[in-house]
Structures are given as C-alpha cells and as structure tokens.
C-alpha cells in the first residue's frame, strides 16, 4: 500500500507563504498547540497577547513536528532544525489556508447561527464522511485564527469542507466568508444572543448574513424558515447573488418539512418531506432542537449534492458534541447516576433546549432531574430579566432541583420555589463541591452555562465520583 500524499511539504508550504524552509520535511497536520502537537505536524509559533509560541518551538518539535512555522529563531532550538522562516506567522497561516482552500475542488459548507452551529457540523461531518472524505473544523476553532487553521488542514483530496464560523461583533463572518469561498451557506437560526454587543435581533441577523458575501458562484443558501428572520436573511443572500435557497422547519413552504416527530428520552424518530421525496429516519440525540438540526443536515446535504437517503440513514450515528449535551455515566458505590456535560456555552433557547433534554430523561429509582446553571453572559440589560425567566420553563419541565453559580444566575435562585432551590453560589468552583455532596444515584444532572461561566469545573467534580469507568454514550443533545 502506498503511503498517503501529505498534507504540506517543505516545497508547497514555502511557495504558500513566500518563507524559506530549512530541511526536507513532509507534515500530515498543522497545530499551533505545543501541548496537543501530534507526530508529524507542522507547527505553527503564533503570538498573542498573553503568549509567544516561539517560546514553545522546541517543545513541539520535541514532541514530534516536523517543522515549525517561525518569524524569528526560537530560544533552544537548534540552528539545524526544520523551520520554515516567515515575517509574520498569523499571516503565513493565513495563507495556507487561502493555498489549501485554492488547492481544492471539495465541496465546502460555511455553518453559523446563534445556536446549534456545531451540533449541525458535526452531523454533517458525520454523514458526509460515509460519502466521501470529509474535512471539518475541530472543536469550535470558528473565529479569525481558527478558520485559516482548519483550512489549512484540509487535504486536497477532500470531497467535502465543514466550516464552522463563530461571531459576537458585527463585521467578523464577511471576512471569514471570503477565506472560505463556500458553496453552501448555512444558519442554523437567530436568536437573541450576544445581546450586549447589538442593539437588536435584526441587527445580529444583518451581521450573520455576512456569511454569504465571499460565495462562490451558484452557491446555495440553507435557512430556518421557521425563525423570524428569514425573510430578511432571504433578502440577504439575494443581494449577494444566491438563487437557490432551501428552507427547512415546520413551515408549510418550507423546502425540507417536518412531517411528524416521535420523541423518547433516547432520541426521535422523525418523517421528512425533503424537496418532495418523504425521508423516514432515527436520531439517537433526545431533543426536539436535534430535530430541527437534522432537518437543516438534511437541506445542507441536498444543497452539497451529496446523498440525502444515505444522510438520513446516517443520521442515527451522530452523537453530541463534547461540552455540548454529551452523556457520561457517573459510578458510586450506591449506584449510578446521569450526567448530562452541556457546560460549554450557553443562551436562553439553548437553556431551554436543556431543559426539555431534561425534562424527557426517566430518573433511576429514588432520581431526581437537578439542574446545575451558571451565567449566560453578553445578554446585556436584560441579563437578569432573562436568567429570573428561566424558571418557568425548569418548572414546566419537571425540573426537581436546580443549583446556581454565578452573579446574573443570583435573579434565577430568587425566582425559583424554594423546593427547588438546591444552592447558589458566587462562581462553579464553589458550587462544584455543594453539587457533588447533593448527587446520589438514580440522577440524572444537567450541568450548562457560558464558557466564561466556568461550568466544566462542576463536571470534572462530579466525573471524580465515578468509582469505576466512565462510559461515555450518545444520548443528550448539543443545545448550542
């Protein structure tokens, strides 16, 4: 068998970049982590404002990269070293990224929206992949450095490029747009979220509709016909040139329409009329959120040109993301207990996408649904209006105990009966161990918040109760 082309040679990551590469070398990735650096990788010594990555040359090349992507010589390392010699490294990834998205003839999809983003990525990473070979963004690598990295690791020979875009300010997605030239576009929905840095709705709907501006010709659009918004979006990508739009939901005029969706506390099983053909099909992801994400996989599939009847039987592989609705069984000597990891972001749909997750979990014997809420954060004026409102939906949904972390989440503590009020407190750091005391078998625990809210401290504590070994499984949903 012949060794697999690699992604980045000495020759073609010069020319890329206008650098001078030292040393024959052939790279299969590209990281600008140290500490995550893989054999064969070609690192890249980026500087921010809190660190230098030429600090960390050695360290990568140590670890077993092939070469480092530098502008100066880096402390410790050898003048022999394989570096690739740069003026500016940010600028040298950037142009891998332009060179690697020139380079190929995938099929590439831009994702964003205000919720539910990298869950739709990562199904149609997963559907897709069963028909060709697929890149897509890792993680939430889905902002200005982030982007240019994950093209840069796309292989030529990719039939596919998922990429996510991530954006809180007006003007970030047009640029990422260009970088990307998409031949689909995809928002998964509106909402508000980010409200600190926009003055309403229809703003943040003007600045995800950035999105279509870099497209390449005769690309598609993929939107909720359901959301508010779709008019003016719709608008929007007519401006920029796109014909064909596929809209997907409820609605009646929607182009991919849900038909029927039957829900248990595993997942749905759900009918689809997609673009007139009926499409039976399985999730194993709870949530009616999950739902109304496959049927925008399902129009992105379409839109690709990719197999829709093989995508819709796929779709019973796709799992939740880490951080995202991610099912982890927790062992204690007295049983077991649920953990539901939704800690790595958070807004009030997706807050109350949880929250339905949760309410549709069946408890073991003598179990108890606990919520566990850290703040929302960039809501602005409203923060605490709209932390207090959450405890109508915990109610609704037979929420029995709900632990608060956090200034904002202080308005949904006094909102809450008092029966349901399990503790509060300044940060996760002190509520982890108020949680981890309160746990016992037979729950089933929903951890969520903002990333900046800190959340995944409660899990990692309630992770080191498990007496035995955790047994991950695909069973909660990414609320986004």
Avoid at 205 to 223: D, R
Avoid at 332 to 339: C, D, K, P, V
Wanted: aromatic share 4%; with cysteine; net charge neutral.
């Amino acid at each position: 068998m012949s060794e697999a082309a690699p992604l980045w040679t000495n020759e073609d990551a010069a020319r890329a970049t206008g650098g001078r590469s030292s040393g024959v070398w052939r790279a299969r990735g590209v990281s600008i982590d140290s500490r995550t650096v893989a054999p064969g990788d070609l690192f890249v010594a980026l500087r921010g404002p809190n660190f230098d990555g030429h600090a960390f040359v050695a360290d990568a090349l140590g670890r077993g990269a092939v070469a480092a992507v530098v502008s100066r010589h880096p402390p410790g390392v050898a003048g022999t070293a394989p570096l690739l010699s740069v003026d500016e490294t940010f600028v040298a990834l950037r142009a891998l990224g332009i060179r690697a998205r020139a380079r190929s003839a995938a099929r590439i999809c831009a994702v964003t929206g205000s919720v539910g983003k990298t869950g739709v990525k990562e199904a149609l990473r997963t559907v897709l992949s069963r028909q060709g070979a697929t890149a897509a963004t890792a993680g939430n690598l889905n902002n200005h450095w982030g982007l240019p990295l994950s093209l840069a690791r796309m292989p030529a020979e990719a039939a596919y490029g998922i990429f996510e875009m991530g954006m809180n300010h007006p003007g970030e997605l047009g640029p990422l747009s260009y970088l990307a030239r998409p031949h689909v576009c995809v928002i998964t929905t509106v909402e508000a979220v980010h409200k600190a840095h926009f003055a309403s709705v229809e703003d943040i709907a003007e600045a995800k509709a950035e999105i279509f501006t870099g497209v390449e010709a005769g690309a598609s659009a993929v939107l909720n016909r359901d959301n508010p918004q779709h008019d003016r979006l719709w608008a929007a990508a007519k401006r920029c040139g796109i014909q064909r739009i596929i809209g997907f939901g409820r609605d009646r005029d929607a182009d991919v329409r849900l038909l029927a969706a039957e829900a248990d506390a595993e997942g749905s099983r759900v009918s689809a009329d997609v673009l007139g053909r009926t499409v039976d099909y399985r999730l194993t992801v709870p949530g009616f959120h999950w739902v109304m994400n496959s049927l925008c996989v399902l129009a992105a599939t379409a839109a690709l040109g990719a197999d829709v009847g093989q995508a819709a039987a796929d779709l019973a592989r796709v799992s939740a993301p880490a951080g995202r609705g991610q099912r982890l069984t927790i062992r204690l000597e007295t049983g077991a207990f649920a953990l539901i990891d939704d800690s790595y972001n958070a807004s009030p749909v997706a807050m109350a996408a949880a929250f339905e997750v949760l309410g549709h979990a069946v408890p073991g014997a003598g179990g108890r649904r606990i919520a566990v809420l850290g703040d929302m954060l960039e809501l602005g004026p409203e923060a605490a209006a709209l932390h207090a409102g959450l405890a109508e939906p915990l109610q609704a949904n037979g929420i029995d105990l709900v632990f608060t972390a956090g200034p904002a989440m202080a308005a949904l503590a006094q909102a809450l009966p008092a029966s349901m009020r399990g503790g509060h407190a300044a940060d996760s750091a002190s509520l982890a161990p108020l949680v981890a005391k309160a746990v016992r078998a037979g729950d089933v625990v929903t951890v969520k918040g903002s990333a900046g809210s800190r959340m995944g401290a409660v899990v990692r504590a309630l992770q080191a109760l498990d007496a035995g070994s955790n047994t991950e499984r695909p069973q909660a949903a990414d609320a986004g």
